[in-house]
C-alpha cells in the first residue's frame, strides 16, 4: 500500500476530525475540486480548508448515511461472502501529501488483491443515477481512494430509498487518478498560497470578496482591463433577463469586483463600475431590552459595507 497512516480515528473528536480534514483534499472533496458538486463550489471548499468559513453542518441525509452504513456493509458480505474490515485511520498519500483518505473498509477481490469498500445510503429519487454505473461524484471519490491507497479497485455498496441494494466493483482508471492528482494539487497550490480558485456565482465567492476587500479607498479609481467589457456584457445580459441568469450576473459581478479590489471605482471605455463603503448604523434592540432600557447610545452599533454599480459614463 503506498498511503500512511496520519492519525488513527479510535474515540475521535468530531471537531478534531474537522481540524484534519483541513489538512488535505479527501474523497468526498473531489467532486468539489472537479467542478461537478451541485452543493459546494470550489471557492467554498476553498474557504473551509483555509478556515475563512466553517464547514458544512452534516445534514439529516449525511446523519442516517452515517447511523445505515454497518447493514450496508453487512448486507454487501451477506450478499456476496466478502468481508469488510473497517478501517479507523486518516491515510495520506506517499507520494502526494494532499491527497488523504478516510475509508469506509478495505476487503478482498478474488484477482485484484486487497480493494476499498465504500457504503452510500441514496434518496429513492435518484435511483436513476443507479441504472448504469455509479454517480461521477462517488467515481472520482473511488479514484481517489485508490490514488491514496495504490489499490487496483473499490467495491461500492448503496442502499436506494430504503428497499432497493446494488454493489458495484470499480476498477483502478489510471488516466482519471492522473487527472486528479493533477486538479487536486492545483487546488491545493491554492489553499498553501492563499489565493482562491477562479471565482464564481456562488455566494461563498462573495463571501471571500467581502472579506478580502472589505473597504474602499475613498475616490480611488482604475482603469480595468480589456476583458472587462465582456464581464459587464453578460451582466447587463443577465440584468435584462431576470431572475433565471442571476448566477450568470453573480458571477459577472464577482469577477468585476475581482479586479477593483480596493478602488472605488472602475472604468473601461464609457462604462464606470462603482464598489463604495456605506456604513450603516443599526440599533440593538435587544441588547438593550436585557441590559438596560435607558442607556440607547451604547446600543447603537455601526456596520459598513460596499455597494456595487454598473453605469454608463456621464
Known sequence: MSAIVL???VDMAHDKWLEWRKKGIGGSDASVVCGVNQYKSPVELFMEKTSQSPPDEAGEAAYWGKQLEAMVRSEFTKRTGIEVVIVNKILGSREYPYMIANLDGVCRHPDHGTCVFEAKTANAFKAGEWDESIPHGYMLQLQHYLAVTGYAGAYIAVLIGGN?????FIERDEELISMLIKWEGDFWGHVQSDIPPPLDGSEASAKYLKKRFPNA???SKVRLPDSAAELIRQYDEACDKGEAFNDQKQKAENLLKEM???HEIGFIGNRVITWKSISKES???KGLKSDNPTLYDQ???KSTYRRFSVKQAG
Open 7 to 9: 492519525t488513527s480515528t
Open 164 to 168: 432497493t441494494f446494488k454493489w458495484s
Open 217 to 219: 479607498i475613498p475616490q
Open 260 to 262: 477593483m479590489g480596493e
Open 283 to 285: 440599533f440593538d434592540r
Open 299 to 301: 446600543y447603537s452599533s
